[in-house]
């Protein structure tokens, strides 16, 4: 009998450059939480490093944590208090545990077709593409540079894309004065917030049911396929992964973070960068403490004075990588399924994506059944 080998934790340099690769995806909606919704810097991000940290060690995988989408675009959208989105993250955290304990995520798992899962993944790929190019929509020049950058330094063992990236834009803020007036560093813990039964059931009618087809097809099935198809000798089960969407979304509101998941995306845009270890994952998990300790009341100054040009550069070298994942799907039934998933998350959005194209599997399916049936 042999002993599993536990995957080594590497702090490289190409494990820091894959550790900003889901930083485009991360940066809009952190503005959004902190400045429209108020909720507080430290605890958002000294959670979420924490999350980072314990999944990088959890899984010994560059596993991404993000904000849920649904809840985040809905939250900002409508204004919501610190409680409502405290309240979801809770809410989501036992949806997640009664999903994973009981098995169902298992069923659904099994039973949700190949295409399907790909169509997810291009689905997310064109989205990500298409803000990504609003991004840049400010400055085309710095775009096209960050791009050609990207090309031609990904894989550079010196200078990986992404720090190169970083630098310049970090060197752009310096010279457009973004420093200029934010506050002295300063050590603050997190908040405790409180919140209600009755914000917990809002939250779910609001954003939390919509959220939950679209987390189990993006963060807990596509990203189970992920897995497999760039480390084939790792299995992830989709149940273990919405165990862990359970647990860190029980405790992180308790002490001020949001909503939290994994997620295809990230996924691919940290092992597009370079991230291959929970190296990654550690090293964005302390960089996120220390912002979250140290320069809470400057982080809406920083997020907002970095050039949103170099995001789009990079989330636009993320969203065609998802869409290449099409290219293994072939011709007939399993093509027409993800065009049918693809058009309707585009038209609607993922979880009515995700839906539509399950039906349409099993529709083209016995149709294809019926035709060969009555050729015979």
Same mark, same amino acid.
């Given at each position: 009998?042999?002993? &599993? ?16 690769? $889901?930083?485009?995806?991360?940066? /809009? ?10 909720? $507080? ?120 894309? =992404? ?29 405790? /917030? ?7 059931? $809002?939250?779910?009618?609001? &954003? ?23 480390? /084939? ?7 273990? #992964?919405?165990? !862990? ?6 405790? !992180? ?13 990230? #996924? ?38 970095? /050039? ?25 039934? $399993? ?15 993922? &979880? ?17 059944? =019926? !035709? ?5």
């Amino acid at each position: 009998m042999t002993t &599993a080998v536990k995957r080594p934790i590497k702090l490289s340099l190409h494990e820091f450059a894959g550790s900003m690769g $889901d930083f485009g995806t991360l940066l /809009p909606l952190a503005i959004g939480y902190i400045v429209v919704c108020g909720l $507080d810097p430290a605890g958002f991000l000294v959670m979420m490093g924490l999350a980072n940290i314990v999944t990088g060690l959890v899984y010994r995988l560059p596993i991404p944590i993000e904000p849920m989408k649904v809840i985040a675009v809905v939250a900002i959208a409508q204004h919501w208090s610190p409680s409502m989105v405290h309240a979801a993250g809770l809410s989501m955290g036992i949806v997640w545990l009664l999903l994973a304990g009981t098995g169902v995520i298992t069923w659904v798992a099994r039973n949700t077709p190949t295409p399907v899962v790909m169509g997810i993944q291009v689905t997310l790929g064109l989205m990500l593409a298409t803000e990504a190019l609003r991004l840049s929509s400010n400055s085309w020049l710095l775009a096209v540079l960050g791009v050609v950058i990207v090309l031609t330094l990904r894989k550079n063992r010196y200078a990986p894309a =992404s720090i190169v990236l970083m630098g310049l834009g970090i060197g752009i803020m310096v010279f457009a004065g973004g420093f200029d007036g934010l506050a002295p560093v300063q050590f603050r813990l997190p908040q405790v /917030p409180s919140f209600t039964l009755a914000e917990m059931w $809002d939250s779910l009618l609001r &954003a939390g049911f919509a959220q939950i087809p679209l987390t189990a097809a993006n963060a807990v099935i596509a990203t189970s396929a992920l897995i497999t198809s760039y480390w /084939p000798e790792e299995k992830v089960a989709p149940r273990k #992964l919405a165990f !862990s969407h359970g647990v860190m979304n029980v405790i !992180s509101p308790i002490f001020g973070g949001m909503p939290m998941c994994h997620g295809a995306g990230g #996924l691919v845009g940290q092992y597009f960068y370079g991230a291959r270890t929970a190296g990654a994952n550690i090293i964005e998990g302390v960089i996120e403490i220390v912002l979250g300790l140290l320069f809470a009341g400057s982080i809406v100054g920083l997020f907002s004075a970095f /050039p949103s040009a170099i995001v789009g550069a990079m989330m636009f070298m993320v969203g065609i990588e998802l869409v290449k994942f099409a290219r293994h799907v072939k011709l007939g039934p $399993d093509l027409i399924t993800l065009a049918v998933t693809v058009v309707t998350g585009l038209l609607a959005n993922m &979880a009515v994506g995700f839906i539509v194209g399950v039906v349409a599997y099993k529709l083209v399916e016995r149709a294809t059944a =019926s !035709s060969g049936e009555g050729g015979h």
